[in-house]
């Protein structure tokens, strides 16, 4: 019996090869070529296209073990993780997959003959669910495999019906279940809960039918198999344990865990933290790191996830980092990406835990203080929806960790009003996605357009479809606004980071402006309008690029490339590219480096670039079988799919990039490369902008001019001009300095002078408005006034021209029973400001208030209330 999950791992894969199935290594977890997707979270996504059909392959029949994530998106299990026995953020998922080959006869057969034969699992033990309308798989179930009747389900809903979307492959499934035995509560598949004692284990997919728009089920010409086993769930089985957890995979690190926790064991905090240091380590081993969008914004929640889980086991603050070890010695051996990357992953998460613990105890505070006021206002110990998600969406606060805090103050969360608050954020989400014109539009055209645009500007073609409002139609006429496929084409499409080619498409009818150009797979979609004339299907046409729009983004693009290598070279090997645009007015270049890079090595990183650019480099393109390219040195960008035989481009020894984008003969026609800026966009994550070609020229030119216009203006020359304009900046900020101190005075004056006029043998309140002296002098003052008297409540209202801020300060004696924190917030949710802090002082910001007086009643009005 095979126990170890590398056992079983390498026993699927070594069975499935030996059936002649193609073994096809992990794509990333960071979907290939893929904006639909924001994490890979099934084994079929590296094979998506092929089962839509929109690229050929080399092998009918694959096997994989593909690592996948389920933590964001459409497939999101964050929340019940280390709840249940059974959920995981990363886990891998062991699947064969058919491409026109075997279909439902091989693929029940393989499935029933491993889990038999190779893995020795009883007959008994397993239960199997088909789709009531798949005739063929309950005939192949009890009639060649003998499967029991009575461990035969037949489901009617959709939960035995997959689909890959709205439209597409689709067609019904059967899944085998795993009975753990009667000491277990559950009912069997199909009729009821399965609880904890009937496991998923196996799910095998039929792709047998297209679904058009209109619902109609379509057979498909060449059927399909997918098919996906979770590793976690069968290695609990092979293991003869019931919970995911006790398997090889996390026996160690939950030890570790364990021999560093003092109080009382929460198996479920112990358990997220397990879980979570996987998907966190494989994550910043593909250089994801933690950020405020997108996938980075996934990995923040899981990491800050774990460190709210690691406080509740009362861990140190840096515990959750220490797992990084622990977790690489259990899976390094197969993903040497962990291992080679294992400072990296640390020190990532040691960043983020740092940044995490400064807004952690503001959002504690919060949640703390909203129990108060609750209590002493003898309301009902309900956390309101809009505090659950303010802790969710600003701290970072899992839903299960604030309901598990108000638990344990006899409070509940109200939860329908928190998951109205989350529609509503996805709704907006959803407004704002990438629109994707190769993804919206149809086409009904197979053939791939032939790409003749590297060496010819002007191409004869013929038009093969044209598209009109999302319709294919047979011609269009004056004015419209048309998507054009059309045979051959010296019109680039983007993709690899380089934007589409515009020009013109001339027929003997009509002429299109092309102003952008896409790509669908290897189709060209070339987008424009209809100047003059009309175009229909058929039409012999002649495809002519703007020339001078081409030669630009080349310059870029080609630039791009010394500037990555340039990088390399003095930053070290760490580099790696994360994202470039290519266009015709400037570039963008995306890359992993964890330092800050300082301005003389941007000026360094800049000087190189044109040294190369001034050596009048050649450049070579060559076509080469994938993995001898690779191995010869070229650099194969991370996450970028290729065919197995890919384009190569070379200039000298400086640079070699796998590269299907347009570039220069020699370097010296890029001219010049200037840097405009440099930026962090996320943790480990850097920008550089740059220009070059004429907007490099033109660039240095109105640079030259400001600087002798400077120079008429301070009457100073061009050598002492830098010191001249410190000087004179110096002179500023010490004048600034002195007006603020001036104001400062002003308002603690105005402050004092309100203060005398209010009793303060009682609690009170002083409201006052004040011209803007900055943050720190506010606080400055503020502090002097409070820390001098009893009973009072302080509010300043400071503003300039477009903005007011509104601070709140409480007498250290009324803290026990009274919050600035709370009062700031009910002034936010009233006039639609944020803000936040804490107990002793608190803040927010909205834009200008004209009505001050209409403000003031309102904060009285919520004071009175309060106090």
């Not at 299990?77 to 080959?101: A, C, I, K, P, Q």
């Amino acid at each position: 019996m095979k126990s170890t999950s590398s056992q079983i791992r390498k026993s699927f894969i070594d069975y499935f090869v030996k059936n002649k199935h193609e073994y096809v290594e992990s794509s990333p977890l960071s979907p290939i070529n893929d904006d639909t997707l924001l994490f890979t979270n099934a084994g079929m996504v590296q094979f998506k296209d092929i089962f839509l059909g929109n690229t050929s392959s080399k092998f009918s029949r694959a096997v994989s073990s593909q690592k996948c994530l389920r933590a964001g998106g459409k497939h999101n299990d964050l929340d019940n993780v280390g709840y249940t026995t059974r959920h995981h953020t990363f886990f891998e998922m062991l699947g064969n997959f058919s491409f026109g080959d075997y279909f439902k006869y091989e693929a029940i057969n393989y499935a029933w003959d491993f889990l038999i034969n190779e893995l020795n699992i009883s007959p008994d033990k397993l239960w199997v669910t088909i789709h009531k309308t798949d005739v063929d798989a309950k005939k192949i179930w009890l009639g060649d495999i003998n499967l029991d009747n009575k461990r035969l389900s037949v489901i009617d809903n959709d939960d035995n019906f997959w689909s890959m979307g709205d439209t597409g492959p689709c067609g019904p499934c059967t899944e085998i279940f795993y009975d753990f035995g009667e000491k277990y509560s559950g009912h069997p598949p199909g009729h009821g809960d399965n609880g904890e004692r009937f496991v998923e284990i196996w799910n095998l997919v039929f792709m047998q039918y297209n679904k058009t728009k209109d619902k109609e089920l379509l057979p498909l010409p060449k059927p399909s198999v997918d098919t996906g086993m979770g590793l976690e769930r069968i290695s609990a089985v092979m293991q003869g344990v019931h919970s995911n957890y006790e398997t090889n995979q996390f026996k160690e690190i939950l030890e570790f865990i364990d021999s560093h926790t003092k109080e009382e064991k929460n198996i479920s905090s112990m358990n997220v933290l397990a879980d979570h240091i996987r998907s966190s380590s494989f994550l910043v081993s593909e250089n994801i790191f933690p950020a405020n969008e997108g996938r980075g914004y996934v990995l923040r929640r899981i990491i800050r996830r774990a460190l709210l889980h690691a406080k509740k086991l009362n861990l140190p603050d840096n515990f959750f980092s220490k797992l990084v070890p622990i977790f690489i010695s259990t899976m390094g051996n197969e993903f040497p990406e962990l291992e080679n990357n294992s400072s990296k992953i640390k020190k990532s998460i040691d960043d983020e835990s740092e940044k995490f613990n400064e807004t952690l105890s503001y959002g504690l505070e919060l949640l703390e203080t909203n129990i108060k006021n609750i209590e002493n206002k003898g309301l009902e110990k309900v956390i309101s929806g809009d505090i659950v998600f303010q802790l969710y969406d600003t701290y970072g606060f899992p839903v299960d960790l604030t309901s598990s805090i108000a638990s344990d103050n006899s409070f509940r969360i109200d939860l329908e009003n928190f998951n109205d608050l989350m529609g509503e954020q996805k709704t907006r989400s959803k407004a704002h996605k990438k629109f994707d014109p190769a993804v919206v539009y149809n086409l009904k055209t197979k053939k791939n357009t032939e790409f003749l645009g590297y060496s010819e500007s002007t191409v004869e073609s013929k038009v093969l479809e044209i598209i009109v409002d999302n319709k294919n139609v047979k011609s269009a006429n004056h004015g419209d606004s048309v998507i054009l496929v059309v045979s051959d084409t010296s019109f680039y499409g983007e993709s690899g980071g380089q934007v589409g080619d515009r020009g013109k498409i001339t027929g003997k009818n009509g002429i299109l402006i092309v102003k952008d150009t896409q790509k669908k797979g290897d189709i060209h979609i070339h987008i424009g309008y209809i100047e003059n004339g009309s175009f229909s299907v058929g039409d012999d046409v002649c495809c002519s690029i703007d020339e001078k729009y081409r030669k630009d983004i080349t310059y870029n693009h080609s630039a791009t490339h010394l500037l990555h290598s340039a990088l390399i070279k003095i930053l070290g090997k760490e580099v790696e590219q994360k994202g470039s645009l290519v266009s015709n007015d400037k570039l963008r270049f995306d890359f992993s480096y964890s330092n800050k890079i300082k301005p003389d090595l941007i000026k360094e990183i800049e000087n190189e670039v044109n040294i190369n650019i001034d050596k009048d480099i050649s450049s070579k393109t060559s076509i080469m079988n994938k993995d001898e390219a690779i191995k010869s040195g070229a650099v194969a960008l991370f996450g970028e799919k290729y065919s197995d035989n890919v384009r190569v481009l070379q200039f000298s020894d400086v640079s070699t990039e796998l590269c299907g984008g347009t570039h220069v003969s020699k370097t010296g026609e890029i001219g010049s490369f200037k840097i405009l800026n440099y930026e962090s966009v996320a943790a480990g994550v850097k920008r550089i902008e740059a220009i070059t070609g004429d907007y490099a020229n033109q660039y240095n030119l109105i640079r030259k001019k400001m600087i002798e216009d400077l120079t008429k203006i301070l009457k100073t020359n061009s050598d002492d001009l830098i010191e001249k304009v410190s000087s004179l900046v110096e002179e500023n900020l010490k004048l600034n300095k002195e007006v603020l101190s001036l104001k400062s005075s002003i308002a603690l004056n105005k402050i004092l002078s309100s203060i005398e006029n209010i009793n303060l043998e009682k609690i009170n309140f002083s409201i006052v408005e004040i011209d803007y002296i900055g943050k720190k002098n506010i606080k400055s003052v503020i502090d002097n006034v409070i820390q001098a008297k009893e009973n009072l409540v302080l509010i300043l209202c400071q503003s300039d021209s477009d903005k007011m801020e509104i601070h709140c300060s409480i007498s250290k004696n009324l803290l026990e029973k009274y919050s600035s924190l709370s009062i700031i917030n009910e002034i936010s949710d009233s006039i639609g400001a944020t803000g936040g802090g804490k107990n002793e002082y608190a803040q927010c910001g909205m834009k200008y208030f004209e009505d001050f007086e209409s403000l003031r009643k309102k904060i009285s009005t919520i004071i009175s209330s309060n106090i």
